[in-house]
Nanobody
Framework: VQLQASGGGLVQAGGSLRLSCVASGTFSRINVMGWYRQAPGKQRELVADITVDGVTKYADSAKGRFTISRDNTGMRMYLQMNSLKPEDTAVYYC????????????WGQGTLVTVSS
């Protein structure tokens, strides 16, 4: 199974971006998918998770601005990011795993989001 993330780019503060993650291959044991991000000099952190049942979990920094979703096939996941801030600048990674914890499993290659002030 592979995860392919896309949709990053350069946007001004207050703007929006939509990230996509596509899973390819046999993934019957991926019950949780999520978006994580890593800013320069910082550890990778949760942005949002979504389970196969559609239950979502957001980091405080993402609540009210970002929306995570999956399509009915479970093969595609999205992150709609609105009201972007310069502090959202990071490489965003998609993740697929069996359970909410531990955060292991598969990682996509990352897509860079840069928010200018």
């Amino acid at each position: 199974v592979q995860l392919q993330a896309s949709g990053g780019g350069l946007v001004q503060a207050g703007g929006s971006l939509r990230l996509s993650c596509v899973a390819s291959g046999t993934f019957s044991r991926i019950n949780v998918m999520g978006w994580y991000r890593q800013a320069p000099g910082k550890q990778r952190e949760l942005v949002a998770d979504i389970t196969v049942d559609g239950v979502t979990k957001y980091a405080d920094s993402a609540k009210g601005r970002f929306t995570i979703s999956r399509d009915n096939t479970g093969m595609r996941m999205y992150l709609q990011m609105n009201s972007l801030k310069p502090e959202d600048t990071a490489v965003y990674y998609c993740n697929g795993r069996k359970a909410l914890l531990p955060v292991d499993g598969l990682w996509g290659q990352g897509t860079l989001v840069t928010v200018s002030s």
